[in-house]
T-cell receptor
Framework: GAVVSQHPSWVICKSGTSVKIECRSL??????MFWYRQFPKQSLMLMAT?????????EQGVEKDKFLINHASLTLSTLTVTSAHPEDSSFYIC?????????FGPGTRLTVT | AQRVTQPEKLLSVFKGAPVELKCNYS??????LFWYVQYSRQRLQLLLR??SRESIKGFTADLNKGETSFHLKKPFAQEEDSAMYYC????????????FGGGTRVLVKP
């Protein structure tokens, strides 16, 4: 089956620093990947749609300059949280579209101190 | 706008009892509806989708366009069904993006 990995699985960073999260489709190519955010005991909220070779499409209310998305290849999308603050602490999940289905990564827990 | 509502945050049932997870949606058009499951410490995975009309792990779900519902049912719950369940909607008008409901935690007691 289609497998999606995320790296790192967890990260702690200091306030004001930037952190990059990688999302890889391991055994398939994905022209479209999605980034979600999940707060404790809440559902997944779509942040942005990442398209290979073009700019990401951000959902309303998501700051594109704060959450930089790069989809430079058909198997890799990255999310960079710039100038992170404690309120950015969350669980970030990516998914990759293969044919008609989205396959999800295991998530990355970000803690900003 | 597309919206998915799961009214129950927690469902607790005994093993062997029926379980039904409610899902209601709003969407102007013909949506695709999905149920995703997340077992403890595992990633989100697709359980079933309305267009396939199949039973997975004993679960079924029927799309009722009149009531705009896509409830998930299983006649005899098992302990291994304990998990978080998310109903999701995908609409072509929204660029094939998935919109998730708030999720229902199912706890099957022995």
């Amino acid at each position: 089956g289609a497998v999606v990995s995320q790296h790192p699985s967890w990260v702690i960073c200091k306030s004001g620093t930037s952190v990059k999260i990688e999302c890889r489709s391991l055994d398939f190519q994905a022209t479209t990947m999605f980034w979600y955010r999940q707060f404790p005991k809440q559902s997944l909220m779509l942040m942005a749609t990442s398209n290979e070779g073009s700019k990401a499409t951000y959902e309303q209310g998501v700051e594109k300059d704060k959450f930089l998305i790069n989809h430079a290849s058909l198997t890799l999308s990255t999310l960079t949280v710039t100038s992170a603050h404690p309120e950015d602490s969350s669980f970030y999940i990516c998914s990759a579209q293969a044919e008609d289905e989205q396959y999800f990564g295991p998530g990355t827990r970000l803690t900003v101190t | 706008a597309q919206r998915v509502t799961q009214p129950e945050k927690l469902l607790s049932v005994f093993k062997g009892a029926p379980v039904e997870l409610k899902c209601n949606y709003s969407y102007s058009g013909s949506p695709e509806l999905f149920w995703y499951v997340q077992y403890s410490r595992q990633r989100l995975q697709l359980l079933l989708r309305h267009i396939s009309r199949e039973s997975i792990k004993g679960f079924t779900a029927d799309l009722n366009k009149g009531e705009t519902s896509f409830h998930l049912k299983k006649p005899f719950a098992q302990e291994e069904d304990s998990a978080m369940y998310y109903c999701a909607l995908r609409g072509k008008a929204a660029g094939n993006k998935l919109t998730f409901g708030g999720g229902t935690r199912v706890l099957v007691k022995p």
